[in-house]
């Protein structure tokens, strides 16, 4: 197990990485339900709204594949797909 900057963790295997621990990414209401957001943007705008939307984003990677849990607001809420393959750095 590596250990990286702000305790983020890798199990050292690029070909079937588990990383730790979850990503949580939110932004508008997700993030803080108590001020304005690109929902009330929109509505208060609605002739000119902006290319923003409130999201949330919630996922483990483990055994190389992605884990999005049930509280992300995207299509992929509660599957569980292949990481995409990433170049690996050749060290020289
Ligand atoms: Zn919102």
Known sequence: MKTGPGGWSWNGDAE????????????GHHADGKHSCWCTYNAEHPNDPAPFKCFACHSF?????????SD??????????PLPPWPVREET
């Open 16 to 27: 079937r990485p588990t990383f730790n621990p979850s990503v949580l990414i939110r932004s």
């Open 72 to 81: 992300c607001t995207h299509a992929l809420a509660g599957q569980t797909v």
């Open 61 to 69: 990677v483990r055994d190389g594949h992605i884990q999005f849990l």
